[in-house]
């Protein structure tokens, strides 16, 4: 038997011998002689092309009592997942009727190709149907046709060899062998991402953040909101901020860090986190990394929407004014917080643009315009 076969773009790995399967159907030819023991009419084996071949072959050798053989064919497997449609691609190579038929098959999935195969045969005047199968997959298995002859159970895993194809290849082994995940896990294990935004007041990060949420089925995470959940909650981490926060006091990075790690664990059913107002600092980001890190994943992307400070300034003091926020829209403070704004994230940008993980996105446009530049450049992470 081979270490591995490869058929196509699938790796398939040693799951059944020859040996065995000629022991499996030792046991089911004897079962069927004890059955047909002595019968004086001549029963039908119903071979399922293509891939009851082999079985076929295989069992009828070992059957002690006159029998005729009738072959046809149908398919409903495409690739490695059933249809869910049982076709009859070609007729019976000779009469059932008035016959009673031992239905061939290879392997019994859903047992949809069963339920077609024994109304067929009844319809073409059979009187009794029986079926033999060589392999089951009794976890799929959910009708309540009974399947009197089952060689071997198996678990719900798609195999090749014996009869069984892989796209019409893999038949003629004489072993059967079963698909292997493993040269696959890079390409199909589901790794999380992680997306930091950054945006500078005016620069529309809130209405994209929700977009972004949205599109990638994302889990937002706002360091002020977790904030204010956490101590909402009551949870160890919220007291430990509000006592800090009540007392006047910034709140360490160790808390914001663990509040993150803590989403990070809990959450379920995302794609990935979008952190907005996490890191700030070097140290923070030096932290998420580690923290990353030990879960074997990292920073996907910094997503930065970027305006010109003009344009921040114009579109603050547009919104103080629908707002009717003053303070909000005096010069001084608006300059101040485009400042903070540059001193803080220049480092961060230089940290992510360093690391190949900084993308920029031009934000001057109309939410829809910006929204299309960011999910057009998420597409190509
Ligand atoms: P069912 O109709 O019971 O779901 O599927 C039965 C048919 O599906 C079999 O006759 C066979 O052609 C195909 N099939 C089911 N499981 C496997 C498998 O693991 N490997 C291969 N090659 N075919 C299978
Ligand atoms: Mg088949």
Do not use: W
């Not at 990060?205 to 990638?216: D, F, I, L, N, R």
């Not at 910094?302 to 010109?308: D, K, N, R, T, W």
């Amino acid at each position: 038997m081979k270490n591995k076969v490869r058929l196509y773009d699938k790796t398939f790995k040693p799951f059944i011998t020859n040996a065995e399967i000629n022991e499996a159907i030792d046991r089911v030819a004897a079962c069927i002689n004890d059955d047909f023991r002595g019968c004086t009419d001549t029963p039908v084996l119903l071979c399922v092309l293509n891939g009851s071949i082999m079985f076929t072959a295989e069992l009828m050798k070992r059957l002690d009592f006159n029998c005729e053989i009738v072959s046809m064919k149908l398919s409903s497997y495409v690739g490695t997942r059933s249809t869910g449609k049982v076709r009859e691609v070609m007729g019976m190579t000779g009469s059932v009727d008035g016959k009673r038929v031992i239905i061939v098959e290879d392997i019994v999935d859903t047992g949809n190709t069963i339920e077609d195969l024994t109304r067929i045969v009844r319809e073409k005047g059979a009187t009794e149907v029986r079926i033999c199968t060589l392999l089951l997959k009794p976890d799929v298995y959910k009708k309540a046709i009974k399947l009197d002859y089952v060689a071997k159970e198996i678990p719900n895993d798609f195999i090749v060899g014996f009869g069984l194809d892989y796209d019409e290849i893999g038949r003629n082994f004489k072993d059967i062998y079963v698909l292997d995940p493993e040269p696959d896990y890079h390409v199909t294990e589901h790794k999380m991402n992680y997306y930091i935004l950054f945006g500078p007041p005016g620069a529309g990060k809130g209405t994209q953040a929700s977009a972004m949420v949205e599109k990638y089925n994302l889990c937002h995470i706002s360091t002020g909101a977790l904030l204010r959940k956490e101590i909402a909650a009551g949870s160890e981490l919220g007291l430990k901020a509000k006592s800090l926060i009540d007392a006047g006091q910034l709140v360490p990075d160790e808390v914001v860090e663990g509040m993150i790690e803590n989403e990070f664990n809990t959450v379920k059913g995302v794609s990935g986190f979008l952190l907005d107002g996490f890191p700030r600092t070097i140290a923070q980001a030096e932290a998420l990394d580690k923290m990353l890190d030990a879960r074997g994943e990292g920073v996907t992307s910094v997503v930065s929407i970027m305006i010109p400070d003009e344009m921040i300034k114009e579109r603050i003091q547009h919104r103080a004014a629908i707002e009717g926020r003053a303070d909000d829209a005096s010069e001084e403070t608006i300059n101040t917080r485009i400042r903070t704004y540059h001193e803080k994230t220049e480092p961060l940008v230089d940290f992510y643009r360093k690391a190949g993980k900084y993308v920029e996105i031009d934000g001057t446009g109309t939410i829809e315009e910006v929204r299309a530049k960011i999910f057009s450049t998420m597409d190509q992470l």
